[in-house]
């Protein structure tokens, strides 16, 4: 074992070698010495004047959130100043009487200020200072100045509260902002890693484009620095030009244009709340131009986000998270829904492309249709008599579209609605879209074990069973059927704009497909006659005179769409004629409505789903009517008729209403 | 073992334990430790006492641990850390793995792996045991000609892959030690020259590179503020400014133990860590901080000394790499606090907080000790 010894000539070798160490160890010695001398014996007492006039403290200026805009420039999400009481654990040399003294002002328990300092001085260390209580009012403001040359370390400090002019309407969209979470630390200094850092107390977006859009609407947060005396209190509030600290302005954050309406925005929400015989929608609504811009958006019901901004009680986020139409919930995207007999128009174009049906075919359509050992109803008791696909769609036969179903098979459906964007993410730039479904008989047997019955395919043919869609997926294959063909991904945010309104970064409508172009040689497409074929049913269910939704006209702009109705508890005879508004609310059928206008080629398209609103023609239809409405007011006045004077709104029978 | 053939080593045998430390040696530790400890206590405690502060009393626990390690090491003999080498590398190497999937964060990096009681940070240890395993492989291939590449390819590679799971964690401080006590090693056992050569070439080459897509944006403006502190006064030149103020404001005798504006009523963020140096400076003034430097220097001469006396070429080799784990250390922080480095996160052994580099300080030093234990006596 050679290495246990230190064989003689090796030894010698290394003397060198000990001899360079203590070289550099000496070295570097005079080197510390040299320079400890200097700074501390020649430069000390220059030095020391520093430290002693100058007790530089750094506060921080936090950045404004970007803005958001709508279309044309009107503000959607702003700013505004507020004020906030802290104290510095590191001044607070009488934390007992401090905290008695601003408990009584602000109506808190001293011990529990004390304790908090207390517990953020061992936690973050006695410089950072500590929030007692936020969004003061102006009386609390003052008499906490007054308070301030008494009790060092006391501060009120002006900080930025995030307003939302519009409320609750489009809170879902737009988001909220809130203090960041303790594990939500963690993970925003990983993503955004080398790009911000994140502190405890920080404000950052929770949810909807305030969230999904931090990067861009986060500002830089300044920094400026004052002289304080020995108390901590600042002895001035010029800063001193001090060893070359200059103060940082706070960047404010880039401003986000939208492609909202705001005016369109307003006209959904009041549509969504709606006082008929119904009352109040719950649901979700959304209208978006034909390529792709969204205009409105709307979730009922809502919650305020200003609620967050000032700092939410328990007892309303309780409230809040209890609720069961779940307020919170972005349901235009993260819900999916059957979507009933708003199915049928791409079950219609499936059967004319493959030939199932042509234009003129006539199929009886009786109340109901024997299939197996059960018995497939219609809402209509005495049925539809002989009817063509046009007939069927104005008037939602039921019976008409099982024998599609029965003729097609749901493989077939599945691959022409998905080829319209049905059964996947639409791609809009926002979090937790779910992908709805389109079963097929392979999904069937991965996803539940068992193969495919011959009767699903009747159900799944009037848009229930299996079948889920969201409100936005609708509306993305509404439009694509309109404009026969091209599938646009919707889009919220036109332009980011810095403060100078600059344009940084521009977004612009995109075609994901074209539906009537096979994409390979052999891919499935529908022909443009066949999409004439739909739209003009489509057409008929708004105009037609037995149309589902012909209640809800706009004078001289012509609109088309189809209703749909779905049953949340099974569908018999019983189920789909009895009457909807005797049940308990929560067992009435959803209502949905697409439509687009104008009918021969959609400027604007809208989805809108009503929960639990009894019926698509009544519950849904009228609201996709004003928000068209609006639309047209605004941007095509000259196409509008006048109404005639003082006609009575006619309203849809009951009876007529149980599509 | 071989020791019981030395008829040197027999005599010493009958002397007993305690006498046979190095006294001197675990003398001026102590006085390390007693600065480090008043210094601490006045950079836990602003001008308002609000108790005694949690932070020392963990100090003073491991203090109390890292005695018991140094006297255990001592004692054992250090032949039992040439077996050890690569069982300790690994398990160390795995600590260092495992931080990456379940290592805590703060600061933006991921160092620390939560043990419930204390939060261990694997890279302090890794120092250590790099020492170790270099010290064990370099005694066996060294040779008078110098190390070639190929003895050199396995040692570097050890070498590397601790230093590539730190740099991404991300320290580099703590990964440029480790580079720089490897490095230590190899010169010392000597490289053949051709290889030195080529060693800076590359480095030549690759620096322009690292700067220019290895580097994290943080970590180039530190060196970029270093270079010139006004460029960005909010972040590291604040800091190195607020420092150098701290030092110099200090003057001959300080301001006084707890009197130091700079350090209690100043943001000087990091300042029972990394910047403990600049609380003893303010405070107690060219003759503190000289006396600090002067313990640091005699340490060194210390550990070298015992190296030139050590039984066999694993303890001398084990020796120089404690000491160059020290020097090294003190010269980067000592360095960045007077603004003569830029400002890389590395602790001031003995003087600043943390559980881990203490412990790893104290078992180095402990080994230092284990090798004079069994020194010959001339």
């Given at each position: 074992?050679?290495?246990?010894?230190?064989?003689?000539?090796?030894?010698?070798?290394?003397?060198?070698?000990?001899?360079?160490?203590?070289?550099?160890?000496?070295?570097?010695?005079?080197?510390?010495?040299?320079?400890?001398?200097?700074?501390?014996?020649?430069?000390?007492t220059?030095?020391?004047?520093?430290?002693?006039r100058?007790?530089?403290k750094?506060?921080?200026?936090?950045?404004?959130?970007?803005?958001?805009?709508?279309?044309?420039?009107?503000?959607?999400?702003?700013?505004?100043?507020?004020?906030?009481?802290?104290?510095?654990?590191?001044y607070?040399?009488?934390?007992e009487?401090?905290?008695?003294?601003?408990?009584?002002?602000?109506?808190?328990?001293?011990?529990?200020?004390?304790e908090?300092v207390?517990?953020?001085?061992?936690?973050?260390?006695?410089?950072?200072?500590?929030?007692?209580?936020?969004?003061?009012?102006?009386?609390?403001v003052?008499?906490?100045?007054?308070?301030?040359?008494d009790?060092?370390?006391?501060?009120?400090?002006?900080?930025?509260?995030r307003?939302?002019?519009?409320g609750?309407?489009?809170?879902?969209?737009?988001?909220?902002?809130?203090?960041?979470?303790r594990?939500?630390?963690q993970?925003?200094?990983?993503?955004?890693?080398?790009?911000?850092?994140?502190?405890?107390?920080?404000?950052?977006?929770?949810?909807g484009?305030?969230?999904?859009?931090?990067?861009?609407?986060?500002?830089?947060?300044g920094?400026?620095?004052?002289?304080?005396?020995?108390?901590?209190r600042?002895?001035?509030?010029?800063?001193?030009?001090?060893?070359?600290f200059?103060p940082?302005?706070?960047?404010?954050g880039?401003?986000?244009?939208?492609?909202?309406?705001?005016?369109?925005?307003?006209?959904a929400?009041?549509?969504?709340?709606?006082?008929?015989?119904?009352?109040p929608?719950?649901?979700?609504?959304?209208?978006?131009?034909?390529?792709?811009?969204?205009?409105?958006w709307?979730?009922?019901?809502s919650?305020?986000?200003?609620?967050?901004?000032?700092?939410?009680?328990?007892?309303?986020?309780?409230?809040?998270?209890?609720?069961?139409?779940?307020?919170?919930?972005?349901?235009?995207?993260?819900?999916?829904?059957?979507?009933?007999?708003?199915?049928?128009?791409?079950?219609?174009?499936?059967?004319?492309?493959?030939?199932?049906?042509?234009?003129?075919?006539?199929?009886?359509s009786?109340?109901?249709?024997?299939?197996?050992?059960?018995?497939?109803?219609?809402?209509?008791?005495?049925?539809?008599?002989?009817?063509?696909?046009?007939?069927?769609?104005?008037?939602?036969?039921?019976?008409?579209?099982?024998?599609?179903?029965?003729?097609?098979?749901?493989?077939?459906?599945?691959?022409y609605?998905?080829l319209?964007?049905?059964?996947?993410?639409?791609?809009?730039?926002?979090?937790?879209?779910?992908?709805?479904?389109?079963?097929?008989?392979?999904?069937?047997?991965?996803?539940?074990?068992?193969?495919?019955?011959?009767?699903?395919?009747?159900?799944?043919?009037?848009?229930?069973?299996?079948?889920?869609?969201t409100?936005?997926?609708?509306?993305?294959?509404?439009?694509?059927?309109?404009?026969?063909?091209?599938?646009?991904?919707?889009?919220?945010?036109?332009?980011?704009?810095?403060?100078?309104?600059?344009?940084l970064?521009?977004?612009?409508?995109?075609v994901?497909?074209?539906?009537?172009?096979?994409?390979?040689?052999?891919?499935?497409y529908?022909?443009?006659?066949?999409?004439?074929?739909?739209k003009?049913?489509?057409?008929?269910?708004?105009?037609?005179?037995?149309?589902?939704?012909?209640?809800?006209k706009?004078?001289?702009?012509?609109?088309?769409?189809?209703?749909?109705?779905t049953?949340?508890?099974?569908?018999?005879?019983?189920?789909i004629?009895g009457?909807?508004?005797?049940?308990?609310?929560?067992?009435?059928?959803?209502?949905?409505?697409?439509?687009?206008?104008?009918?021969?080629?959609?400027?604007?398209?809208?989805?809108?789903?009503?929960?639990?609103?009894?019926?698509?023609?009544?519950?849904?239809?009228?609201?996709?009517?004003?928000?068209?409405?609006?639309?047209?007011e605004?941007?095509?006045?000259?196409?509008?008729r006048?109404?005639?004077?003082?006609?009575?709104?006619?309203?849809?029978r009951?009876?007529?209403?149980?599509? | 073992?071989?020791?019981?053939?030395v008829?040197?080593?027999?005599?010493?045998?009958?002397?007993?334990?305690?006498?046979?430390?190095?006294?001197?040696?675990?003398?001026?530790?102590l006085?390390l430790?007693?600065?480090g400890l008043?210094n601490?206590?006045?950079?836990?405690?602003g001008?308002?006492?609000?108790?005694?502060?949690?932070?020392?009393?963990?100090?003073?626990?491991?203090?109390?641990?890292?005695w018991a390690?140094?006297?255990?090491?001592?004692f054992?003999?250090?032949?039992?850390?040439?077996?050890?080498?690569?069982?300790l590398?690994?398990?160390?190497?795995?600590?260092?793995?495992?931080?990456?999937?379940?290592?805590?964060?703060?600061?933006?990096?991921?160092?620390w792996?939560?043990l419930?009681?204390?939060?261990?940070?694997?890279?302090?240890?890794?120092?250590?045991?790099?020492?170790?395993?270099?010290?064990?492989?370099?005694?066996?291939?060294?040779?008078?000609?110098?190390?070639?590449?190929?003895?050199?390819?396995?040692?570097?590679?050890?070498l590397?892959?601790?230093f590539?799971?730190?740099?991404?964690?991300?320290?580099?401080?703590?990964?440029?030690?480790?580079?720089?006590?490897?490095?230590?090693?190899f010169?010392?056992?000597?490289?053949?020259?051709?290889?030195l050569?080529?060693?800076?070439?590359?480095?030549?080459?690759?620096?322009?590179?690292?700067w220019?897509?290895?580097?994290?944006?943080?970590?180039?403006?530190?060196?970029?503020t270093?270079?010139?502190?006004?460029?960005?006064?909010?972040?590291?030149g604040?800091?190195?400014?607020q420092?150098?103020?701290?030092?110099?404001?200090?003057?001959?005798?300080?301001?006084?133990?707890?009197?130091?504006?700079q350090?209690?009523l100043?943001?000087?963020?990091?300042?029972?860590t990394?910047?403990i140096f600049s609380?003893?400076?303010?405070?107690?003034?060219?003759?503190?901080?000289v006396?600090?430097?002067?313990?640091?220097?005699?340490?060194l001469?210390?550990?070298i000394?015992?190296?030139?006396?050590?039984?066999?070429?694993?303890?001398?080799?084990?020796?120089?790499?404690?000491?160059?784990?020290?020097?090294?250390?003190?010269v980067?922080?000592?360095?960045?606090?007077?603004?003569?480095?830029?400002?890389?996160?590395?602790?001031?052994?003995?003087?600043?907080?943390?559980?881990?580099s203490?412990l790893?300080?104290?078992?180095?030093?402990?080994?230092?000790s284990s090798?004079?234990?069994r020194?010959?006596?001339?």
């Amino acid at each position: 074992m050679s290495f246990l010894s230190n064989p003689e000539e090796e030894a010698k070798e290394y003397l060198p070698r000990y001899q360079l160490l203590y070289i550099a160890i000496g070295l570097v010695g005079l080197i510390f010495f040299a320079r400890l001398w200097y700074l501390q014996i020649v430069e000390g007492t220059e030095l020391r004047r520093y430290s002693e006039r100058n007790r530089v403290k750094e506060i921080k200026i936090p950045a404004p959130r970007g803005l958001i805009l709508d279309r044309d420039g009107r503000v959607l999400v702003d700013n505004l100043p507020g004020f906030e009481a802290t104290i510095s654990p590191q001044y607070a040399t009488r934390l007992e009487e401090t905290a008695e003294a601003v408990g009584a002002v602000l109506g808190l328990s001293p011990q529990s200020i004390v304790e908090n300092v207390r517990t953020s001085r061992r936690r973050n260390g006695p410089f950072r200072p500590v929030r007692i209580k936020d969004h003061l009012n102006l009386d609390e403001v003052h008499r906490l100045k007054m308070l301030r040359w008494d009790h060092p370390g006391l501060n009120v400090n002006e900080v930025i509260i995030r307003y939302y002019p519009l409320g609750p309407n489009g809170a879902q969209l737009f988001g909220y902002v809130n203090e960041i979470s303790r594990d939500q630390l963690q993970r925003y200094n990983e993503r955004y890693r080398g790009e911000f850092v994140f502190e405890q107390g920080d404000i950052i977006g929770q949810s909807g484009l305030e969230e999904v859009w931090e990067r861009t609407l986060r500002g830089r947060d300044g920094i400026s620095y004052v002289e304080v005396d020995s108390r901590g209190r600042e002895a001035a509030t010029e800063t001193p030009s001090f060893l070359g600290f200059k103060p940082r302005p706070a960047e404010p954050g880039d401003n986000l244009v939208l492609t909202i309406d705001r005016d369109i925005q307003e006209a959904a929400f009041i549509a969504m709340n709606r006082e008929d015989h119904i009352g109040p929608r719950r649901g979700a609504l959304v209208a978006m131009k034909a390529n792709g811009e969204v205009l409105a958006w709307v979730n009922t019901p809502s919650f305020d986000p200003n609620d967050f901004s000032t700092g939410i009680s328990p007892q309303l986020w309780s409230k809040l998270i209890n609720d069961p139409f779940r307020p919170l919930r972005n349901k235009v995207i993260q819900d999916h829904f059957a979507p009933g007999s708003t199915f049928k128009p791409f079950v219609a174009l499936a059967a004319l492309q493959e030939k199932a049906i042509t234009r003129q075919t006539v199929l009886p359509s009786p109340p109901f249709l024997r299939f197996g050992r059960r018995n497939y109803h219609d809402h209509s008791p005495t049925g539809h008599g002989n009817v063509t696909v046009l007939e069927a769609m104005e008037r939602s036969s039921n019976v008409f579209f099982y024998k599609m179903g029965i003729a097609l098979g749901m493989d077939v459906i599945a691959q022409y609605s998905r080829l319209l964007g049905l059964g996947q993410r639409t791609g809009v730039r926002m979090n937790n879209e779910v992908p709805g479904l389109i079963p097929d008989s392979e999904w069937k047997l991965q996803a539940v074990g068992e193969p495919w019955q011959p009767g699903e395919n009747l159900s799944n043919a009037i848009g229930q069973g299996f079948v889920l869609t969201t409100p936005l997926q609708m509306a993305v294959a509404y439009n694509a059927i309109g404009l026969k063909g091209p599938v646009y991904r919707p889009y919220l945010v036109r332009q980011v704009l810095d403060q100078d309104n600059d344009v940084l970064n521009e977004f612009f409508p995109e075609v994901l497909r074209d539906a009537s172009r096979p994409e390979n040689e052999g891919d499935p497409y529908i022909e443009l006659e066949h999409f004439e074929t739909v739209k003009e049913s489509m057409r008929l269910v708004a105009n037609g005179e037995r149309g589902t939704a012909r209640w809800w006209k706009i004078p001289g702009v012509e609109m088309a769409g189809k209703t749909g109705t779905t049953q949340i508890v099974g569908f018999s005879a019983d189920q789909i004629r009895g009457r909807c508004d005797e049940r308990p609310l929560h067992l009435r059928h959803h209502g949905w409505y697409v439509g687009y206008a104008p009918a021969e080629r959609p400027e604007i398209t809208v989805a809108v789903l009503a929960m639990h609103s009894c019926a698509g023609s009544s519950g849904a239809a009228p609201i996709v009517r004003d928000v068209i409405k609006a639309y047209m007011e605004k941007y095509h006045p000259e196409k509008l008729r006048p109404q005639r004077i003082a006609a009575p709104e006619i309203q849809p029978r009951p009876e007529e209403v149980s599509e | 073992m071989k020791a019981n053939q030395v008829p040197a080593a027999l005599q010493v045998e009958e002397r007993t334990f305690l006498s046979r430390i190095d006294l001197n040696f675990a003398l001026v530790i102590l006085a390390l430790n007693i600065i480090g400890l008043i210094n601490l206590y006045s950079a836990t405690h602003g001008v308002h006492v609000d108790g005694t502060s949690r932070l020392f009393w963990l100090q003073m626990a491991w203090l109390a641990l890292g005695w018991a390690v140094f006297f255990v090491v001592t004692f054992i003999d250090y032949q039992w850390f040439y077996r050890l080498a690569y069982g300790l590398y690994a398990l160390n190497l795995g600590a260092l793995i495992a931080v990456k999937y379940f290592g805590t964060a703060s600061y933006g990096a991921q160092r620390w792996l939560d043990l419930g009681f204390f939060r261990y940070q694997p890279s302090e240890t890794m120092k250590l045991i790099m020492v170790i395993v270099l010290a064990r492989i370099l005694c066996q291939h060294s040779s008078l000609q110098g190390l070639g590449f190929r003895k050199l390819a396995i040692p570097l590679a050890l070498l590397a892959i601790p230093f590539i799971l730190t740099v991404r964690q991300p320290d580099l401080g703590t990964a440029m030690m480790l580079m720089g006590v490897g490095g230590a090693l190899f010169l010392f056992v000597k490289v053949k020259r051709s290889i030195l050569l080529g060693g800076v070439l590359t480095l030549l080459v690759a620096a322009p590179l690292v700067w220019n897509y290895g580097l994290k944006e943080y970590q180039k403006n530190r060196i970029l503020t270093f270079l010139s502190p006004d460029r960005d006064p909010r972040g590291t030149g604040y800091n190195s400014i607020q420092s150098r103020i701290a030092v110099g404001s200090g003057r001959i005798l300080g301001k006084g133990f707890r009197k130091g504006t700079q350090s209690q009523l100043e943001f000087l963020p990091e300042r029972h860590t990394d910047f403990i140096f600049s609380v003893l400076s303010e405070e107690h003034g060219f003759i503190g901080s000289v006396t600090t430097v002067g313990l640091f220097m005699v340490l060194l001469i210390m550990g070298i000394k015992v190296a030139t006396q050590a039984r066999d070429k694993f303890g001398a080799l084990l020796v120089i790499g404690v000491v160059a784990y020290l020097f090294l250390h003190m010269v980067v922080n000592v360095g960045m606090v007077i603004g003569l480095l830029p400002i890389v996160g590395v602790p001031l052994p003995l003087l600043s907080y943390g559980g881990s580099s203490l412990l790893a300080t104290m078992a180095g030093l402990g080994l230092v000790s284990s090798v004079a234990y069994r020194r010959y006596l001339f």
